[in-house]
């Protein structure tokens, strides 16, 4: 590769990088042909961008990003496949499923919600986060429970004072 196409490459990346909210570094050596083509093929339905980098590419396209973390360039040692997405927990997910009939990929770092996760060991963590829509539902379900609550214990006091009334009527008589 000439330098004008490292050149490009590198342009490419990091406008991937500064518009994609999430990304995961993973290590996809040792698959074979088949499974990287199943691994490929469940990240395209899921919408996940799955991209086999050059270690030294992906260092500069960080360092021209807006994600230029010491952390995420200090797990880049072996290959290196990256997978972009727009969903938060999709990349996790989508490992932890495969990994029931594989052993890789595995996670070296991932990017999410502008925080920085290392290692493989952060899998599970990261499959429990939670996308911003998921955040708003939990937090329109928690706004609407204070309200949920009022009415339906002005509707319950409704029947009680008919009944009250009612046993007071009866009572006068």
Do not use: W
């Not at 999709?90 to 290692?119: C, D, N, T």
């Amino acid at each position: 590769m000439n330098r004008e196409e490292k050149k490009l490459v590198i342009e490419s990346l990091t406008e991937q990088i500064n518009n994609t909210p999430h990304l995961y570094i993973t290590d996809t050596s040792d698959l074979n042909a088949k499974d990287t083509s199943d691994l490929r093929r469940i990240c395209f339905k899921q919408n996940v961008r799955l991209l086999v980098v050059k270690n030294t590419l992906l260092v500069k396209a960080f360092e021209n990003s807006n994600k230029n973390e010491a952390e995420l360039k200090a797990v880049l040692k072996s290959p290196t496949a990256v997978m972009f997405t727009d969903v938060a927990n999709a990349p996790a997910k989508l490992i932890k499923e495969f990994r029931k009939g594989h052993e890789k990929p595995l996670v070296k770092a991932a990017y999410v919600e502008e925080s920085v996760y290392v290692g493989d060991d952060q899998l599970d963590a990261l499959s429990k986060v939670k996308s911003k829509y998921e955040l708003i539902g939990d937090l329109i379900f928690q706004l609407q429970s204070p309200a949920h609550k009022v009415l339906s214990q002005l509707q319950s006091g409704k029947h009680i004072l008919a009944g009250i009334t009612k046993t007071l009527s009866e009572r006068g008589e």
